[in-house]
């Protein structure tokens, strides 16, 4: 319990016994870079060393000296935070500079519209609409034409010209000897409720995208996913690094409309693509999948089969963008260049919160604009931080690049001296820069009771963490979709004596493992 307020617990009542029962039941009252403080019982400050790094909102660490200086500068100055539907030119600001990054990371890719936004998931959504509003125009588009030749099929077919009797008329479901008119009516019919079908969206196996209404749907993690299905366009989940697997996917979900063609004296009944598929959504790492690269061959792959159907492509940086990984797109790396980029956690530098959607302006619909808006985008606040931000991160030739690769090398390189030293309990370890992932192999048949139930729940990652944050006072949670790997997104400021610190709770922590040392690791 809380000595700071009584009564019963109404914020989300039920996560704090779950925090109470994994011994991660802290309240941290103060932080600054890679620490964070709370006070024991006796009224002690402890401080923990933090690797979770607001799940990835803290590149530059929490409460960054010249981001909290801009903040108050800007209160100070009393900055008009909210003034919806005005002109905001820190906000084309912002947008320049990023698609100044996305140049020199990605080369002349041509300018990239930006759309704000308050989250990830929001930032996913943007996204996802503007996506759908280009599919639907689309399909209208290609409604409009066919109307048009239904009505050239017409003026041949009173002029003596006929429909041949071919398989298309028994996918159209007429009879071949059906007359000419029943046909086009059928076509039309056929087209109304096939041009009606719900879109579906293709991501990779273990995707993250948000958990609101329409992100959590690509969202793969069934827990978080099933009990909402039916309020959102469906997503296939398509395992991306077996090489035909997405080619299949496209195929399995292709849709046709009909399509009447007047060839001499004859009336063709034709099919031709419908976009069915709104679009292909991928995070360069996945990191609550349990922090997985995809590779260059993959991606390459990927961008392959989707220019073949036309098919856009979401590119979500919101975890791994903003230089962790050591360059400010991780997409940039391996050459996955999207229609889309979605931006967020880092973003507002620890502080604000930041996010946006780039949409490649050849793909771009003006009037999106309209139809999309919130009362907290776009603010001064939140963008002039984002600003200050993405500054930090390109100061001095991208210094921040460059220690988010070094500082990640190093962490790395430790964490595979201990999956080394380790081999029966580290399952895996990888990642890039500081988006890092450690991966422990099957626990449910530890000899140290309390291990093997957590893991039985699925909540060995979590008794993990209640270990390293009781015994080591290091944070580190694990990913959301795969409990059974830890994730190490610090800042880039994290130092050599800290790396040491977690390198030493970590040879504790999996020598108990090893040994099925309950005594050494349940709770007291
Ligand atoms: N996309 C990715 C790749 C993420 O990692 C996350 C958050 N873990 C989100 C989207 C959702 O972001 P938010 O929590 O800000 O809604």
Do not use: W
Not at 452 to 468: I, M
Not at 472 to 488: C, E, G, I, Q
Request: proline residues 4%.
């Amino acid at each position: 319990t809380n000595p700071e307020h009584s009564g019963s617990d109404l914020a989300e009542p039920y996560l704090g016994g779950l925090l109470a029962s994994l011994g991660l039941n802290v309240h941290y009252h103060r932080a600054r870079k890679d620490t964070l403080y709370y006070r024991d019982e006796t009224g002690r400050e402890v401080a923990v060393l933090d690797l979770v790094g607001g799940y990835g909102s803290t590149v530059l660490g929490h409460n960054h000296p010249a981001l909290v200086a801009h903040a108050r500068q800007l209160l100070d100055q009393g900055v008009p935070v909210h003034a919806q539907f005005s002109r905001h030119p820190y906000a084309n600001d912002l947008a320049q500079r990023v698609n100044a990054i996305l140049r020199r990371e990605f080369g002349d890719v041509g300018e990239y519209s930006a759309i704000f936004a308050n989250s990830g998931a929001e930032a996913v959504e943007i996204a996802v609409k503007h996506a759908e509003l280009d599919r639907v125009a689309k399909v209208a588009d290609l409604m409009a034409e066919i109307d048009g030749n239904i009505e050239k099929a017409r003026a041949a077919l009173a002029g003596g010209a006929r429909v041949p009797a071919d398989e298309t008329l028994d996918r159209l479901t007429v009879a071949r000897a059906a007359p000419p008119d029943a046909v086009l009516d059928a076509v039309t019919r056929a087209n109304a409720e096939r041009a009606a079908a719900a879109p579906v969206f293709l991501a990779p196996e273990g995707s993250f995208h948000g958990k609101l209404v329409g992100s959590v749907q690509l969202t793969h993690n069934a827990g978080f996913r099933t009990p909402f299905q039916s309020l959102a366009a469906r997503c296939r989940f398509v395992p991306v690094r077996e090489p035909d697997a997405l080619a299949e996917a496209i195929d399995a979900e292709r849709g046709t409309l009909f399509d009447v063609a007047v060839d001499g004296d004859a009336v063709r009944v034709v099919e031709r693509d419908l976009p069915v598929i709104c679009a292909f959504i991928l995070e360069p790492v996945q990191g609550e999948a349990g922090i997985r690269p995809f590779d260059r061959e993959t991606v390459e792959r990927v961008q392959r089969v989707c220019a073949a159907v036309d098919l856009p492509i979401i590119v979500d940086e919101v975890q791994s963008g903003m230089g962790r990984t050591g360059t400010f797109f991780a997409s940039s790396q391996v050459g996955l260049l999207g229609d889309y980029y979605t931006l967020a956690k880092s973003l507002g530098g620890g502080i604000a919160k930041a996010a946006m959607t780039l949409v490649r302006k050849s793909r771009y619909r003006d009037e999106f604009e309209l139809v999309h808006s919130s009362t907290f985008a776009k603010d001064a606040f939140s963008t002039l931080i984002a600003a200050r931000t993405v500054d930090l991160l390109e100061a001095d030739g991208g210094a921040v690049y460059a220690l988010a690769a070094e500082r990640g090398a190093r962490l790395l390189a430790m964490l595979n001296g201990l999956r080394d030293e380790f081999p029966t309990v580290v399952a895996d370890v990888r990642g890039v820069g500081l988006m890092i992932g450690m991966e422990f192999r099957d626990q449910s048949g530890s000899a140290a009771g309390f291990i093997a139930e957590q893991a039985r729940d699925g909540l060995l990652g979590y008794a993990l963490s209640g270990y390293l944050l009781r015994a080591h006072a290091l944070r580190v949670l694990p990913t959301a979709s795969a409990t059974d790997t830890l994730r190490l997104e610090p800042s880039v400021f994290i130092t050599d004596g800290e790396i040491d610190r977690v390198e030493a709770g970590l040879r504790a922590l999996l020598t108990a493992l090893r040994d099925g040392d309950e005594a050494a690791i349940a709770p007291g």
